[in-house]
């Protein structure tokens, strides 16, 4: 193998498919990237047997040719080259590549490409375009809501329902649910479900570049996972097996007071009131006043810490209904408001013992329930 690539290229593909590099594994090559020539491209290609990134990127090649070499090492290095071609020339007989650039060489040993895992190829055919940016917005009002603890490996996923032309994805960690809807350009004949590991769903909301027009989803037969194909980029996702909670019965479908806060004053209160409550469970109070005859109406976050303090910050806002004080993590409504992009957003209420509801004030395909803290 002989190729010749920028280096800007060949750092940005090494930093794209490096988010799929083992860490821990105790099989050498999934620590390595695979560089392969493709078409008269270059092609990285890295993974941790959970999620695969491929990358492809311009480059002259010379001689085809594929080989393995460590991630970290071959990254680093390029990292600090010059902004200058790169010549990347591999020795067959020692599994050597020596990389060139400018007046620096250096050699990295390498592991035969044979080694590395089968990575599958998108479905051209039957796949589904969504959208990116619709997409990547809905994996950033979805996937934080997520478990991180691997007891219940369903809750670690992303819940997404393919049924005509909608696309529904729900995450939860057994303390609040995101619930996103969203239109798709074609028709979905049999609905499905899948559950995909939020992880594999950041790494595709953080790999899709500003100017790309969609996404193409597949599913490869018989293998349990899915395809994100991104232009010049594919992620390919293990499924997770299991059955995803029945959430719709979660959310209220009736409210006794219903608050529309300014989202970015609201946001800041609750993020100031975590400093405190972050020392007791980062639970906070919100008191909702809806005033009397001319008092305007507001709300009261609260948060205290035996260590530390207290806080209270009042904001003004627009009330139907009755007063309501409700318990709630502030560290997650602080998350919550925090992909709301709409200038407003209404926090509906029953009572203190039941879940809140988050809603941007005029979409419709975005809500967020919070279950509220016990207090006395």
């Known amino acids: 193998m002989k190729v010749s690539v920028l280096q800007d290229n060949l750092a940005k593909g090494l930093s794209i498919v490096g988010r799929a590099v083992s860490s821990r594994s105790t099989l050498p090559v999934l620590g390595n990237v695979l560089l392969a020539t493709d078409d008269g491209r270059l092609k990285l290609s890295a993974t941790n047997l959970e999620i695969v990134i491929t990358c492809w990127i311009g480059a002259k090649v010379e001689e085809d040719g594929a080989i393995t070499i460590p991630a970290r090492t071959i990254t680093d290095l390029v990292n600090t080259l010059p902004q200058d071609q790169v010549e990347l020339t591999l020795n067959n007989q020692t599994q050597t590549v020596r990389v060139t650039c400018s007046r620096t ?22 796949r589904i375009r969504l959208e990116a940016d619709v997409l990547k917005q809905m994996i950033n009002q979805v996937a934080f809501a997520a478990a991180t603890d691997e007891a219940r490996p369903t809750l670690t996923g992303v819940a997404t329902t393919f049924d005509g032309g909608q696309v529904h994805m729900a995450a939860t960690d057994g303390f609040r649910l995101s619930v996103r809807s969203a239109h798709i350009p074609g028709h979905v004949e ?30 490869p037969q018989g293998r349990n996972q899915i395809v994100f194909d991104m232009d010049n980029i594919v992620l390919v996702s293990q499924l997770i097996d299991g059955n995803f909670p029945e959430y719709q019965s979660i959310i209220p479908k009736r409210h006794n007071t219903r608050t529309v806060f300014n989202t970015a004053d609201f946001r800041k ?25 001319m008092s305007p109406a507001y709300a009261t976050i609260v948060a205290t810490s035996v260590e530390t303090g207290d806080n209270e910050a009042q904001i003004d806002v627009s009330v139907e209904g009755e007063p309501v004080e409700i318990a709630v993590n502030v560290k997650y409504v602080s998350e919550a408001l925090g992909v709301v992009e709409t200038p407003q957003v209404a926090l509906e209420t029953t009572s203190p013992r039941e879940p809140g509801v988050l809603k941007p004030v005029g979409d419709n395909d975005f809500i967020h329930i919070i279950m509220p803290m016990l207090f006395g």
């Open 105 to 126: 060489q250096a050699n990295i040993k390498g592991i035969d490409a044979e080694e590395f895992p089968l990575v599958p190829e998108p479905d051209k055919v039957n």
């Open 190 to 219: 049999n609905k499905f479900s899948v559950i995909i590991p939020a992880r594999a769903m950041i790494d595709v909301s953080r790999i899709i570049a500003d100017g790309l027009e969609a996404v193409y989803v597949s599913l």
């Open 269 to 293: 209160a609750c993020r100031t009131a975590d400093i405190f409550a972050r020392e007791s469970s980062n639970t906070a109070r919100i008191s909702i006043d809806p005033g009397e005859g």
